[in-house]
């Protein structure tokens, strides 16, 4: 079975940055757009960045000139750079094929902007 972990959430202040880092332990990023994915409490899960198998991103208006999603094909994994974090950045982040695969939900991390 495909297993996906993500890392690199945390607590941190407004402002502030971290970067996300997913990988597989199988190759569901091979040939595939990738997303992250992220869940605010009690909030659907929406798609926050995605990027094509050629390196094209596209983003949710929300994070637009914060985040950056970038892919390393040959190691499956995938990055998001979060910079000028705010409060409403706070959820849990998922990554995940584009369209996801059901199958394949890491548990996720956890990001929480606060003061």
């Known amino acids: 079975q495909v297993q996906v972990v993500e890392s690199g959430g945390g607590l941190v202040q407004p402002g502030g940055s971290l970067r996300l880092a997913c990988q597989s332990s199988?190759?569901?990023?091979?040939?595939?757009?990738m997303a992250w994915y992220r869940q605010a409490p009690g909030k659907g899960r929406v798609v926050a960045a995605l990027?094509?198998?050629?390196?094209?991103?596209t983003y949710h208006d929300s994070v637009k000139g914060r985040f950056t999603i970038s892919r390393d094909n040959a190691k499956d994994t995938l990055y998001l750079q979060m910079n000028s974090l705010k409060p409403d950045d706070t959820a849990m982040y998922y990554c995940?094929?584009?369209?996801?695969?059901?199958?394949?939900w890491g548990q996720g991390t956890q990001v929480t902007v606060s003061s």
């Open positions: 995940n094929s584009f369209p996801p695969e059901q199958t394949s």
């Open positions: 990027i094509t198998t050629g390196g094209t991103p």
């Open positions: 199988g190759r569901i990023f091979s040939g595939k757009t």
